[in-house]
T-cell receptor, first 111, second 116 residues
Framework: GENVEQHPSTLSVQEGDSAVIKCTYSDSASNYFPWYKQELGKRPQLIIDIRSNVGEKKDQRIAVTLNKTAKHFSLHITETQPEDSAVYFCAKEGSQGNLIFGKGTKLSVKP | KAGVTQTPRYLIKTRGQQVTLSCSPISGHRSVSWYQQTPGQGLQFLFEYFSETQRNKGNFPGRFSGRQFSNSRSEMNVSTLELGDSALYLC???????????????FGAGTRLSVL
């Protein structure tokens, strides 16, 4: 199928610590893997994405890694700050170009 | 450039009624996708329209339907509302240039539907 499994569903860290969210998928045809962040009461917004021809991509404190062989990809946030608190969704491109989302991870960063 | 616009923002209906939600995509975007968001269930895919054609459909009952107009605006309709239909309904638009391109989806603010 084209499901995306996302773990954990909730994650609580201390400010300054790192946070890691992992997603796995089953089909092998996907080439595009975006991550969205949804702050409370706001719309989901793209924060970083990766294509299958690279294994890692970084943007300041955020990085995404992709292992196509193992069919999993992860979001890494370093030096977390309270404003990183939000729900994070991983997604992958479906067979017809649509996006298939994971169920989300609620990240809480405690000051 | 104006973002994705959804109307109305809030809606209260009673069981058995029907409702129509509207989504205006970013200018130039021809793909519109609809999602239902409930606490703990993430973004559940309803359907996607491209050039007035439904290309993809999620696992929702036939009470949920949609359409897209020639200007790419899309509407979603839910008939015979049930209490469980209470949710935030999000639409997202993208250029959708095809596979192997970055089909970034831009979300609207959503319509919060409450069914009493």
């Amino acid at each position: 199928g084209e499901n995306v499994e996302q773990h954990p569903s909730t994650l609580s860290v201390q400010e300054g610590d790192s946070a890691v969210i992992k997603c796995t998928y089953s089909d092998s045809a996907s080439n595009y893997f975006p991550w969205y962040k949804q702050e409370l009461g706001k719309r989901p917004q793209l924060i970083i994405d990766i294509r299958s021809n690279v294994g890692e991509k970084k943007d300041q404190r955020i990085a995404v890694t992709l292992n196509k062989t193992a069919k999993h990809f992860s979001l890494h946030i370093t030096e977390t700050q309270p404003e990183d608190s939000a729900v994070y969704f991983c997604a992958k491109e479906g067979s017809q170009g649509n996006l298939i989302f994971g169920k989300g991870t609620k990240l809480s960063v405690k000051p | 450039k104006a973002g994705v616009t959804q109307t109305p923002r809030y809606l209260i209906k009673t069981r058995g009624q029907q409702v129509t939600l509207s989504c205006s995509p970013i200018s130039g975007h021809r793909s519109v996708s609809w999602y239902q968001q409930t606490p703990g269930q993430g973004l559940q895919f309803l359907f996607e329209y491209f050039s007035e054609t439904q290309r993809n459909k999620g696992n929702f009952p036939g009470r949920f339907s949609g359409r897209q107009f020639s200007n790419s605006r899309s509407e979603m309709n839910v008939s015979t509302l049930e209490l469980g239909d209470s949710a935030l309904y999000l639409c997202a638009s993208s250029l959708l240039l095809g596979r192997d391109t970055k089909n970034i989806q831009y979300f609207g603010a959503g319509t919060r539907l409450s069914v009493l």
